[in-house]
C-alpha cells in the first residue's frame, strides 16, 4: 500500500530565471568560457501530499516531523512523518459542544500541544484550552485558564524534556501575559504547577485587579486590551539574560532583563518586573486587519533564531537579531511590501495584496494568499516565486515551517502541501553585488571561481570609479580580466602607483613556469621605476637625501628582493643592466649586481674607471672564489701589498695552485717579487702546503732575490727525499745556475750523488765534506770509506799536511794507515808514520787475540751439543697402568697412543681429533688420505710372507707419515697450541646453547 506522504503532484508554479551576468570574453584564458552555468531547478517547488480529509481542515501545527491536523468535524489526525502510514485520529467532539476551536499550538519538540475552544456564538460559555500530549489521546482542561483565550504560546526553546514544557508564556486575546509550565502528568501540569505561579499573585492584585489572572505575569494593555498575536523568549546562551518578543495588531514590544534566581517561580517575572512601572517602549504601525503574524528563522533548532519578520497591512517588518544589545535585539530593520503584480505582469487586487500568513527562510519569505503563494528575496524585495492554487482545493488558510526540520507546509480546507527549498543561496552573491555588498557576495559564491571572478571584477570597476586606484588595482590583479585593458585604464589616467601595485600583484599570481610573463612584468616595473627616480634625479641635485626618492628606493630594493624577480633578473642579466645603464642609474646598477652577488660586473667596472681600491674592497667582501682567481693578477701588479694582504687573509679558502698564473705574471721586479714571496712563505709555513709548484716557484724567487734563504729552505725540508715538497733536479739545476755551491752539495747529497757532493765540498770546506762523508747508511761501509778516502786523498795531495792526515786517521774508522800511504810522496821518511803504524798493528793484534777466543767458545759449544744428543739417544719414559689421556682421561693403555718428551700422554684417536681442527686444509685432506690408505691396507688378507712383508713396510711408512703430522709436536707444548692463543674458547655457533647453560 502506498504511503500518502509518498505520491505528490506538482501544481502551477512559476520561478523568475535568474541568470548569472555573462562572463566576460576577456578573461577565456579562466577556463571559464565553456563551464555551464549551474542550473539547479526552482528554488521553491511544491510537492502535494496525498491526502483527502474527511472534513473542512481548519488549523494545521507541524514541529520535529509530527504534524497535527484539525478539521471541523472535530477531529484531530496526529501524523508522524516517521511512520507516515499510522496516523492517530482523535475525536474531541466531547469537549467542542457549541465551541470552535480558534488556536492550535504545538511545541518544538513536537510532543506537547493546547488546542484553544472559544464559544461559537455570544460570550457562552467561556473560552477553554485543553492539552495533549504526544503519548496520549485524551485531552486534558485547563481550569484555571478557563474564560481567557490563548491567542500565543511562547514556548520553550531551551526545553530537552519530553514529559514537560518547562517554563511558558502564554498570551490572550486581552492582553494578558501568563506564565506557566505543561506535563505529562495532568495533576501537576493544571494544579500543582499552576498553584505555584497563584501564590505570587498577592504581590500583583493590586496592579491587575482580578483573581483569574493566575499565573499572569504581565498586561499589555490595560484599558485597550489588546490581542497578543504573538509571543516569544529565549535564552541567551552561557549568560542568564533573556529576551522576550511579543506583538500585537500593531505594536512590538521587547523585554529584556536577566534572571537572578532561576528556580523562583514565575521564572520571567523576574524580566519583566522593572518594565512594570516604566514607560513601554514599542515599535508601532498602521494595521487596520484583524491580524498579525511574527515569524522567526532558525538556523537549527537549539540556537537563537537569525532573522525576524512582522507581518502586517503595511508590509512585513523585517529585521536581524542581535541577541547582545540590552536595549534593542532587532537590529536593520526594514519594511518589505508586499508585491501587487504577479511574474505575468498582470495586477492584483488591493483586498487580496495583503498575505494571509508567511514563513522566513534565510534569504526569503513565502507569502501565503487565499490563492496563490508568492515568494520574494528578503534581501531585494524582488518577487522571485509565484504558485497560483486552483479551486479545487479551496482557500489557503495557513503556511507554516518546522522548526526542526525547517520544512515549509502550506494547507487550503481540502488540501495540505509542502514546499522544498533547494539552494535558496545560489543568486544571493548576485544580489549582493549589485547592493555593493562585496565581502558578502564572496561568501555566497560558493568557491565558484566564475562567480568570485564577476564580484571581483564589480569591486575593482567600483573603486576605480570612485578614484580609489591603488585599491581597485590590488583586486583587478585576482580577476582575469584583461592584463593590457587593464593596463591601459591605469597608463591613461597616469596612476603609475596604482599600475604598479597591479603589476606586482598580477606578479605575485604567477607560476614558476610563466617565464615569459614574468620576464615582461619585471622589466616593466622596472621601467616605470627608473622613470620616477631619474625625473627625481634631474629635478634634484640632492636627490639622495630626498625623502620621495629613498621612498621609491626603498619600493625598489623590495621588488628586487622578491624571490621571482631575482630568478628573472639572472635570466635576463644583460637586459635588466642594459637598461639601467640606459637610464644612468650606476648606483643601482652596483646595487643590483650585489643583490645578485654579480660581483665580477661590479669589480669589472671599477676596474674600467682605475678604481683598484674599491675593486678590491669589492673582491674581498664577496665569497666567490673565482673571481679572486680571475682578477688577482691585475690587481696585485697595481696593488701588491693591499692585494697580498687580502690573499693572506682569506686563509685556507683559496687554493694557491689556481693562484699561480697571477703570481708567476708579477714577479717582474723585486717590489712585486717580495710581496708574492711573502704570500707563498705564508703557504708553505703557515698553510703547510705540499704543492709542489708552490715549493718549486718560492725555491725560484729565493735563488733569484733571497738566496740567503734557500739553505734555510732546504734545511726546513729535511735530508729524506721521499719528503720533501720541492722537485730536488729542478732545485739543483737552479742553484748551479746561480752559482749556489754549498746548496748545490745539501742536493747533490739528497739526490745520493754523494762522490759529487764531497767534491763539491771540498771547494768550500774539508769540514763540510767531513760531514757530507757522515751522512750515508752505517751499513754501507765501502761507500762510507770511499768518501772518506776522497777526502784523505784532498788533505794528503792539495795540502801536503802529513799531521792533518794522521789527525784524519782519528776520525773515521774505516781508514788505516795503509789506505793512505800511496797518496803520500816517495820522499817522505817512515818517522812520520811510526805512531800510526804502531797504532794499527796493534789493533790487527787485538783482533787476532779476539778470533782465537771465539774460537775456543765455539768448540766448547759443540762438545756440550755432542753430549746432549748422546744422552737424548738412552733416554727412556716409564709409562704406568694407572696413567690416563691428557684429553679423554681414560686410561692411557687401553687404546693405541702417544708419549712425547715433555711427559703428556694422548690416545692416537683422541690426539688426532684434538689436533685437526688447527690444522690447513692441505694437511686435514693429507691426513684423511693417510688415514685411508691404513685402513685399506689393514683389511687386506695376508695371502704371502711377501705380501705380508710389503704390507707391513708399506704400513710403516704411512704410520711414520701420520705420525709426522700429528706427533711431530706435543698438542699442549708445541708451536700450534701457541699459535691458536688468539682462537674463542666457544666456537660462535655454540655460544648461545653453552650461556644457557651456564645460567
Partial sequence: ??????????????????????????????????????????????????????????????????????????????????????????????????????????????????ITLVPKHGDNPPPEIFYLHRKTTKLKQAGKFKGHEITAVGWNFSNTSETTSGPILLGTSKGLIFETEIGLETDKIFNTSLEQYWRQLPNYLPLYGTKEAGGLVFDLGKNSKPPITGIEFHKIPNLDKYVIIVTTLMRIYQYIGTIGNPEEKPLLQQVFYKYLNAQESFSEVINSLPYSKMQFYYPSLGVLPKSFGWLTETGILYAQVDAKSDTNILINQQMLTCPETSLMGSNVSQTSSVPLSFVLTEFHALLLYPDHVKGISLLNQELIFEDVYNDAVGKLIGITKDPATRSIWAYSERAVFKYRVTKEDRNVWQVYVDKGEFELAKQYCKDNPAHIDQVLIKQAEMLFKNKEYEKSALIYADTHSSFEEISLKFLQEWQIEALKTFLRKKLDGLKTQDKTQITMIVIWVTELFMNQMGALRSSNTSYLHDSQYMELQKQFDSFLAIPKVEECIKRNRSTIYDLMANHGDKDNLIRLTIMHCNYEEVIR?????????????????????????????????????????????????????????????????????????KYLEFCVYKQSSQEQAIHNFLLSLYARYKQDEVMRYISSQGQDISMV????????????????????????????????????ALTISVDLAKQIAAMPSDHDDELRKKLWLKIAEHVVREKDDIQQAMEFLQHCDLVRIEDILPFFSDFVTIDHFKEAICNSLQEYNQHIQDLKEEMQEATKAAELIRKDIQAFRTRCTFVHARDTCNTCEVQLLLRPFYVFPCGHKFHSDCLVAALTPMLSMDQRTKLADLQRQLTAISSRPEDTTSMTSVSLSTRDQIKADIDELVASECLYCGELMIESIDKPFIEEEDYERVMKEWT
Fill in 725 to 760: 715538497h720541492y722537485d730536488v733536479h729542478y732545485a739543483l739545476r737552479l742553484c748551479q745556475e746561480v752559482g749556489l755551491t754549498e746548496a748545490c752539495v745539501q742536493l747533490s747529497a739528497l739526490l745520493g750523488l754523494w762522490a759529487a757532493a764531497v767534491d763539491l
Fill in 1 to 114: 500500500m502506498t504511503s500518502m506522504f509518498d505520491q505528490y503532484e506538482q501544481a502551477s508554479q512559476r520561478s523568475k530565471q535568474v541568470v548569472a551576468p555573462p562572463i566576460r570574453p576577456d578573461i577565456s584564458t579562466a577556463g571559464f568560457i565553456q563551464m555551464k552555468l549551474q542550473d539547479d531547478g526552482p528554488i521553491f517547488t511544491k510537492q502535494k501530499v496525498n491526502f483527502l480529509p474527511s472534513d473542512r481542515i481548519l488549523h494545521l501545527a507541524v514541529s520535529s516531523n509530527t504534524i497535527v491536523i484539525a478539521m471541523a468535524n472535530n477531529i484531530l489526525l496526529r501524523i508522524d512523518m516517521k511512520q507516515p502510514d499510522k496516523t492517530e485520529e482523535i475525536d474531541i467532539s466531547k469537549y467542542a459542544l457549541s465551541m470552535k476551536m480558534s488556536g492550535l499550538f504545538l511545541d518544538p519538540l513536537g510532543y506537547h500541544l493546547l
Fill in 605 to 677: 667596472q671599477h676596474l674600467y674607471k682605475n678604481n683598484y681600491l674599491e675593486a678590491l674592497g669589492v673582491l674581498k667582501s664577496q665569497n666567490n672564489k673565482d673571481l679572486f682567481y680571475r682578477f688577482a693578477g691585475i690587481l696585485l701588479q697595481e696593488l701588491p701589498r693591499p692585494t697580498v694582504a687580502v690573499l693572506i687573509s682569506q686563509g685556507a679558502s683559496l687554493k694557491p695552485s689556481k693562484l699561480l698564473p697571477a703570481l708567476v705574471s708579477c714577479n717582474s721586479d723585486e717590489k712585486h717579487a717580495k710581496e708574492i714571496i
